[in-house]
Nanobody, 115 residues
């Protein structure tokens, strides 16, 4: 089992920045994939950005050029740097880990972007 704990969410004005942090309870080195998802009210959960074991990051078109995912293996931590935030980025953001076919989720952190 892996526990994932997100932090860093909050209320920010449009155009602002936030950095989300996900702390894992054990090593993330070599995981099949680490990722951030989000779920807006009334919408399905969607992939925001991911880092598979190849290390080649992928980012959703809707946030490309504004959001960056990164990891710190020494700290077992995953980050999501969000710049140029828009009201449509308002959602609960979830940390996700896939390893050996098992999927783990954090409880999420709320990001609210005001116009």
């Amino acid at each position: 089992q892996v526990q994932l704990v997100e932090s860093g969410g909050g209320l920010v004005q449009a155009g602002g920045s936030l950095r989300l942090t996900c702390a894992a309870s054990r090593s993330i080195f070599g995981a099949d994939r680490m990722a951030w998802f989000r779920q807006a009210p009334g919408k399905n959960r969607e992939l925001v950005a991911g880092i598979p074991s190849s290390g080649i990051t992928n980012v959703a078109d809707s946030v490309k050029g504004r959001f960056t995912i990164s990891t710190d293996n020494a700290k077992n931590t995953i980050y999501l740097q969000m710049n140029g935030l828009k009201p449509e980025d308002t959602a609960v953001y979830y940390c996700n880990m896939v390893n050996y076919g098992m999927v783990f989720w954090g409880k999420g952190t709320l990001v609210t972007v005001s116009s």
